[in-house]
């Protein structure tokens, strides 16, 4: 493994590390004014959500690393406190981009890239109307991580009042994850983008105790088919089955074929029933996977 220091690094080589290294990022697409009103629009990676309650957004922009000097969006949120938060989807992505060009101040993005403002209700900075998701926001608070080039400035944006295109929601009036769209930043010109087909679901753990990877038999857990997902899935079970039910699973057709193959050669039966399990698991069928791996 490339063991670094990040003190030995340039900005500009420790930017690239970091930018790839921690990838997808979601992006906000940030609305400011400053106090004569002049209204400026900007894409930020360096964002997330980090509360809920209350409803807390972070974003950075930094200092450039070219000159140091700080960003206009940052310069207008010292000047008034509140900004939209836009949520970009792949209709947006290059007009997105083109607003990243470091316009001379004043200059206003909406007009620059094309996209259309809408007045907000309660802050002063417009919405983006072509964002699925708008958020308007109070700045609490900003937080300077330094002052020399790449330095970020952190803005705590408080969510005020949402707007959420009904094209993404679905019957219940909730966010359908398969309806959004978003695209997110990685490293260089890289974008990915969430279509349904690189959606997928991991039932989460909070709802129950899984008994975890350590509680796994010595077997199971060196398997040569099985996977880091597949004991991740294995561990998440609150209980293992009772013996009958292993020995009811034993008798279905399809285990009892596998068996009656394999009578005399335990290596391989136990290959086999690896296999299967793997299977299972990667139908996320955990509960059968178990009975089939307690067999061998
Ligand atoms: C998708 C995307 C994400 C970006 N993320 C950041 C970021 O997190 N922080 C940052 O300082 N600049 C980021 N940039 C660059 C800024 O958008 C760019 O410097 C912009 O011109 C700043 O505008 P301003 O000076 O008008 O605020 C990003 C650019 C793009 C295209």
């Known amino acids: ?57 972070i974003f950075s922009p930094s200092r450039r690393v070219r000159d140091n000097t700080t960003k206009h969006t940052l ?40 996209f259309t403002p809408i007045a907000s209700e309660l802050v002063k900075p417009p919405r983006v109307a072509e964002s699925p998701v708008q958020f308007e926001c ?18 705590l944006a408080e969510i005020k009042l949402m707007h959420i295109s009904e094209s993404i929601l679905d019957a219940n009036g909730k966010i359908d994850q398969q309806k959004t769209d978003q695209v997110a930043r990685l490293g260089g010109d890289w974008y990915c983008r969430l279509t349904k087909d690189n959606l997928f679901k991991v039932t989460k753990p909070v709802r129950s105790m899984g008994i975890g990877v350590d509680a796994i038999a010595y077997a199971i857990r060196n398997s040569k088919v099985l996977t880091g997902n597949n004991l991740g899935q294995l ?6 089955p009772t013996d009958q039910q292993i020995e009811d699973y034993s008798r279905s057709p399809e285990i009892k074929d596998l068996l009656d193959a394999t009578i ?15 299977q299972l698991l990667d139908d996320d069928r955990v509960d059968e996977a178990w009975k089939v791996l307690l067999i061998a």
Not at 3 to 31: G, M, W
Not at 98 to 111: C, D, H, Q, R, T
Not at 143 to 148: F, P, R
């Open 1 to 57: 493994m490339l063991s670094i220091h990040t003190k030995d690094l340039s900005p500009v080589e420790l930017q690239n590390y970091l930018l790839y290294a921690v990838a997808p990022r979601p992006i906000c697409f940030t609305s400011t004014m400053d106090r004569k009103g002049n209204v400026n629009l900007s894409p930020f990676s360096f964002f997330n959500l980090f509360s809920t309650n209350p409803p807390v957004c």
């Open 75 to 114: 310069e207008n949120i010292l000047e008034v406190p509140e900004c939209v938060i836009n949520i970009v989807n792949y209709d947006m992505v290059q007009q997105t981009s083109l607003a990243s060009v470091e316009y001379p101040k004043g200059v206003n993005e909406f007009i620059k890239s094309g």
């Open 138 to 155: 109070a700045v609490n608070q900003v937080i300077a991580l330094g002052n020399g080039p790449g330095a970020g400035n952190l803005i």
């Open 235 to 240: 561990g998440n079970v609150e209980a293992l």
């Open 264 to 278: 005399g050669d335990g290596q391989t039966r136990e290959l086999q029933l690896h296999l299967k399990a793997k």
